[in-house]
């Protein structure tokens, strides 16, 4: 960091297994990537090719070396993924890995049904050769899952090798775990963490209140994913108490109130002489 600060809380290093930040690149330039890693290179771990989008984007491979030469490892969407599979080429995907050599996959289920012993089958296979991302609920608002299955889901999903279960909130941060408005499910979100161990799972987060509720809920070391890549740094200062949003969770208690009670006196003191 570029100056000392007292009550900063200690967040992980790269190459780190929590604490994780991932951008979600939807057709960046060559250059903007390249404007993106002098900028943020050191607070990102992993970057995900939106959608469908590494399908059409120029420079492709180029902006795989580039994020992989700075430390960053790229991966492509879900929703990619799915679309290979509901054609049947699930082994055309596995060869398009292997062409642009990315050693992180995701398997996902969220715009198709896949049978979930299938999906699980298909985890083991990729985990053996790659790091695996798994994600865990519907694009669809209209399909509810219980947390029943949500919990098991996730946990047959890293017992067949995931390295951590994404749970779905879309680009857009309104569905999954997240209710239409963008709030979170407190109540599913609660009854998940009882069960699955909240290291293994990265929350989509993209909207700042999202991210600002994990923070508060789990501290300044989850996972968030699905972030604009104008939004890396503001998010650190969110899991730094460096932003008005979470400034008084990391500092001591006394200080805490000590500050807000000066403000508070200030007010009393303001409205006297009013009076």
Not at 131 to 146: A, P, R
Not at 157 to 163: D, I, N, V, Y
Request: some cysteine; glycine content about 8%.
């Amino acid at each position: 960091m570029n100056f000392e600060l007292s009550y900063i809380p200690q967040r992980e290093v790269k190459p780190r297994q929590k604490g994780l930040n991932m951008m979600m690149d939807k057709g960046l330039g060559l250059r903007e990537a390249e404007h993106f890693i002098e900028a943020n290179e050191h607070l990102t771990d992993i970057v995900k090719f939106g959608f469908g989008t590494s399908y059409v984007t120029k420079n492709f491979e180029e902006k795989i070396k580039l994020y992989k030469d700075n430390n960053i490892r790229p991966y492509l969407g879900g929703t990619l993924f799915e679309a290979f599979y509901a054609r049947g080429k699930f082994e055309d995907y596995i060869r398009v890995l292997d062409k642009f050599d990315l050693d992180l996959a995701e398997i996902s289920d969220g715009s198709i049904i896949i049978n979930h012993d299938e999906k699980c089958e298909l985890i083991r296979r990729l985990s053996k050769d790659r790091t695996v991302l798994s994600e865990v609920g519907s694009k669809d608002s209209g399909i509810l899952i219980s947390p029943n299955r949500w919990i098991k889901m996730m946990t047959n999903e890293l017992e067949a090798g995931s390295w951590k279960v994404i749970a779905e909130g879309r680009e857009a941060g309104n569905v999954g775990v997240f209710r239409p408005n963008g709030t979170a499910h407190t109540l599913l979100i609660n009854k998940i963490i009882a069960k699955v161990k909240p290291e293994d799972i990265l929350w989509e987060a993209p909207q700042k209140n999202q991210q600002v509720w994990f923070i508060k809920l789990f501290g300044s070391n989850v996972n968030l994913g699905n972030i604009a890549p104008n939004e890396i740094i503001p998010l650190e200062c969110l899991r730094l108490g460096l932003r008005g949003d979470t400034f008084f969770d990391f500092l001591p208690k006394d200080y805490a109130e000590r500050l807000k009670q000066v403000d508070s006196d200030n007010d009393s003191d303001s409205d006297e002489n009013q009076d």
